[in-house]
């Protein structure tokens, strides 16, 4: 598979390319199976939907991998926290974590147990999808879920999670921990039942500061990955912190690939940690609006990255829902038509 090789920094014939959220609202066909399904939830309870979509880009654009079509928010809502989505304002908890009882009527066996229509879709995608391509799974990192549950929503401020961190740091740290210990469990049955990378996302890494950064967010991360890695060698292992480019100095671990970000100069990613892990992004992904701007950023990136073989090609976040088609299919064929060797 020319993703894995890829994440293992192995030759390639060109620069692997997918996207974040590449199944999603700016594909019409993605529409049509969602508004089959009712809503959001729905399709990603309904495996047979949700492996539709997960396929839709690989015909559509060519991309050189699939991710997993799923949401970081089914880990706590299924450690039985109730979730929904309001049109128009995102995933909304309604009883967020405020006390010790709350945190201790939290599952963690029972939640990955529950996540099995997400393994069953693993295994339909597996099973249509081209055996040399690639199918990656993921997670969100403990802090970012941690921070939803505890703030019920999207926050800017932060400032009910980050007064936890200073204030009672111990509750902080239980929460985390229990998160953590699903996640392992999710991952591992992601991986066996069919995955072939797994990546964990960590939208919300830009609110701490370096210290609180490292002690609760990608410590926890960090052990997360040793334990894959631990017992899955072959399967890469994609870490993806948003925001933290004035801490790359301090990053380490046993992982594969670094997520770098749009507003994280790759110059720079690849200065502090090009040699020890591959890089993956970091395309601006409001350049998919020109093509104009679509070849400059391509071939920016190409020549940042020398256009070897540690790196995989990606947006710096996530698709946006009003990029043309059209658009999407030219960034994927300048990605592969540049980085021919």
Known sequence: MIFVDAC????????????????????????????????????????????????????????????????????????????????????????????????????????????EYVYETIRLIRGKLAADKALIGFCGAPWTLATYMIEGQGTKTYAIVKKLIYSNPKFMHALLRKVTEVIKIYMQRQIENGVNAVMIFDSWAAALEESAYFEFSWDYMKEISAHLKAKYPHIPVIMFPKGISGYLDKIDGDFDVFGVD???????????????????????????????????????????MDNNNRHIFNLGHGILPDIPVENAKYFIKQVQEQTKR
């Open 8 to 115: 293992f920094g192995k030759p390639t014939s060109h620069t692997p390319v997918w996207m974040m959220r590449q199944a999603g609202r700016y594909l019409p066909e993605y529409m049509e199976v969602r508004a089959q399904a009712g809503d959001f939830l729905s399709l990603c309870r309904d495996p047979e939907k949700a492996c539709e979509v997960t396929l839709q880009p690989m015909d559509i654009l060519g991309v050189d991998a699939a991710i997993l079509f799923s949401d970081i928010l089914v880990v706590p809502m299924e450690m039985g926290m109730e979730l929904k989505f309001v049109k128009g304002e995102g995933p909304l908890f309604p009883n967020p974590i405020k006390t010790m009882e709350d945190l201790d009527a939290l599952c963690i066996e029972e939640a990955a147990d529950k996540l």
């Open 262 to 304: 749009w507003s994280t100069p790759l110059e720079l990613a690849k200065e502090k940690l090009g040699d020890k892990y591959v890089l993956q992004g970091n395309m601006e992904p409001t350049r998919l609006y020109n093509k104009d701007a679509i070849k400059e950023g391509v071939e920016k990136i190409v020549k940042t």
